[in-house]
């Protein structure tokens, strides 16, 4: 490196020069592997195979998403504003629902009012009971009778006083039997 004048740089090494003089399995090398990676998605799809088998896996993907969001449970909704969760077990002739109240996500961090009252209606077709989750109380649990271990029940809740519901009137549970 050298300067001619002040500030302007005069470099002596020049690529195409030496590459014309370079041998060609230089110039093979540089064609070859100097050039920039391609990134992975073109990678995965660089051929026909390689492609079918990308589109496969990602098919599975979506696959497996969708049939897991299709079978969750639905042992919880929202209503009047507060989440609620239900549990269900059977014993000795008789199914015991257990109904929880928690805050909404996006309210945990606030202290929310307490709620308001919630109209619990439960039952496997046969038999039913209803009961009252009152705004202090965090927990509701019921029981009815049924002869056999019913494999689901229905939980049924309700905003007492329309004017008090934040959210939704009601949600209807479905709730799996321990």
Known sequence: METKDKGQVVYYYNRESRLEKASDNARF???HYGAK???????LTATRSLRYLFFAVLFMAVAG??????????????????TLSATAMWFEGYVYVSVKRSAPWYARAAKAA?????EIKTGDGIGSTLGLLQSGEQELRLRFAAESKPP?????????????????????LEVKVE
Request: glycine share 12%; hydrophobic share 45%; no cysteine.
């Open 29 to 31: 090398t540089v064609d």
């Open 37 to 43: 990676r391609p990134g992975l998605i073109r990678s």
């Open 65 to 82: 998403l969708v049939v897991s969001y299709a079978q969750r449970s639905r042992s919880s909704g929202s209503v009047a504003g507060t």
């Open 114 to 118: 307490p709620g308001s009252v919630i």
């Open 152 to 172: 689901r029940v229905a939980v049924v809740a309700s905003a007492v006083a329309a004017a008090e519901a934040g959210g939704d009137a009601q949600a209807v």
